[in-house]
């Protein structure tokens, strides 16, 4: 079995919190028409190290003060924002979830981002990592607070009931391709387990595992099911669906190997991490897959006594 399990509370949010949680909706930006000497004195003013560029509320660049001090080098402050800014803007959708952000910085070893409406690409605000981490202080203050409200021990559940064999199931329907409601059914059912008094290392295990899991469905499939069965010693999670299957399994286990088209990646999904996400979440994983039929997945997590 593979110990070390532990999953911090900072992941768990990552999440379960949206860009637009945290992002600043106050942002300061320039058109493409200002001076590069007009955006020296907005950068001055604002203190600030970049903005977007914004025309009639649609981003069509970003400039940042590298691209101010090449233009001082060069004697060009006269020059307009439009020649010198960065048209091609990686940036973040208001509605993804926060997990995808922290991969992005990762990957570009960028400052700050963008955020814009799903489907419109009109400019709502602006992520630094200044902006996550003062986000995900609130919440941990927050949650903390209700955690100590509503938290008591699981196993009263179980205690209380007089049967030989007791268990609990939930059980979610996900839309496939459906990403404005992509996450609500590990939302749903983290919600369910922390009201019922999960352990926190116990909730965020399984909230993480049935987020992945819910991914995929909604990225490569027309839907499907996702179940959870809660009985005293284990939580087993299932999803399932009909959709294309997995060619390679084994290949598919490595992190990072995506066969998300490349608009799905655009949206901020399909990274190639999720089942690798899932089976260090889980104790105990089954992967099965029929190429035409679709794929089964079954993760177990031990409540108490193996692994924990």
Known sequence: MVQNKEITKVQELTYE??????????????????TMNELREILR???????????????VGIVSIEDLIKCLADGEMDASVEEKMTKKVETLYADESLVRAVSKFDRYGLGRLPVIERG??????????GDIIEGLLKKLEIDYHEEEIYRYRASHIFEDIVADKTSLYFQYNVVGQDFNRAGESASGLRKTLWR?????????????????????????????????RVQPELIKIEASDTG??????????????????????????????????????????????????????KATIYIKGRGN
Request: hydrophobic share 40%; proline share 5%.
């Open 196 to 228: 019922l008094g999960f352990r926190p290392q116990i909730v965020r295990r399984v909230a993480i595992a049935t987020y992945e899991a819910e991914m995929n469905i909604v990225i490569f499939t027309n839907g499907g099911q996702i179940s959870a």
């Open 45 to 59: 003013i604002k203190r600030i190290s970049g903005t977007p560029v914004v025309e009639g509320n649609q981003l």
């Open 244 to 297: 294309p299957g997995i060619p390679d399994i084994e290949r598919a286990m490595q992190p990072g190997f995506s066969t998300a088209p490349e608009w799905v990646q655009e949206l901020g999904f399909g990274a190639g991490m999720g089942l690798s996400n899932i089976k260090k979440c889980a104790d105990k994983m089954i992967l099965t897959s029929q190429v035409g039929r679709g794929t089964d997945l």
């Open 17 to 34: 919190l949206k860009v637009e949680d945290v992002m600043s909706s106050d942002v300061t930006t320039v058109s493409p028409k200002n």
């Open 120 to 129: 419109q690409g009109k400019l709502v605000g602006i992520l630094t990592k």
